[in-house]
């Protein structure tokens, strides 16, 4: 089953920082360009940033709104996809979803999500 | 950036009704446009993508329609597992933007 789960959610600090993980099952991880988005509560959809695969140079790309302060890497060795997240605001609160770049197929494949809460 | 603006933000139809939600892009966008269904909690589902591909296992009664700026999509007989939220995203060019959303509800 092809799967994307995201993790390391929670509550944080305005100013700190927090990593989460993407971990991709049931397809060849290091073919894809892969994306994150997010949804503050109650909101829509806004795109974080993504990162190419290899074979297009690995590299990445960011929404403005976070430009200088997250960062996507990835690990194809162990098929996983991170978005650090550092000076976080209180407008970072959303739920991150990571996602399968599927090119012409846009966005084909979706984690469950993950909360990431930033207050004092 | 582009704007997306679907239309109407809320939509209220019963089950059997043919339903049409309108997105209209700030610029052209070619074909490169997706639709998504996302209900309560759950992550978004891609429905429909390069304006009128339907994606695998999706039913068809679900379909995509238009090019440039303006496109629709239409649900021909409308489920009870269809009140859900639907998203236009447009992935021309970045960053990738998306309507603000047309929340289907039971009349």
């Known amino acids: 089953e092809v799967q994307l789960v995201e993790s390391g959610g929670g509550l944080v600090q305005p100013g700190r920082s927090l990593r989460l993980s993407c971990t991709a099952s049931g397809f060849t991880f290091g073919d894809y360009a892969m994306s994150w988005f997010r949804q503050a509560p109650g909101k829509g959809l806004e795109w974080v940033g993504f990162i190419r695969s290899k074979a297009y140079g690995g590299t990445t790309e960011y929404a403005a709104s976070v430009k200088g302060r997250f960062t996507i890497s990835r690990d194809d060795s162990k098929s996983i996809a991170y978005l650090q997240m550092n000076s976080l605001k209180t407008e970072d609160t959303a739920v991150y979803y990571c996602?399968?770049?599927?090119?012409?197929?846009?966005?084909?494949?979706w984690g469950q999500g993950t909360m990431v809460t930033v207050s004092s | 950036d582009i704007q997306m603006t679907q239309s109407p933000s809320t939509l209220s139809a019963s089950v059997g009704d043919r339903v049409t939600i309108t997105c209209r892009a700030s610029q052209s966008i070619s074909s490169w446009l997706a639709w998504y269904q996302q209900k309560p909690g759950k992550a978004p589902k891609l429905l429909i993508y390069?304006?009128?591909s339907l994606e695998s296992g999706v039913p068809s009664r679900f379909s995509g329609s238009g090019s440039g700026t303006e496109f629709t999509l239409t649900i021909s007989s409308l489920q009870p597992d269809d009140f859900a939220t639907y998203y236009c995203q447009q992935y021309n060019s970045y960053w990738w933007t998306f309507g603000q959303g047309t929340k289907v509800e039971i009349k």
């Open positions: 996602t399968r770049d599927g090119a012409e197929r846009a966005f084909d494949i």
């Open positions: 390069k304006a009128s």
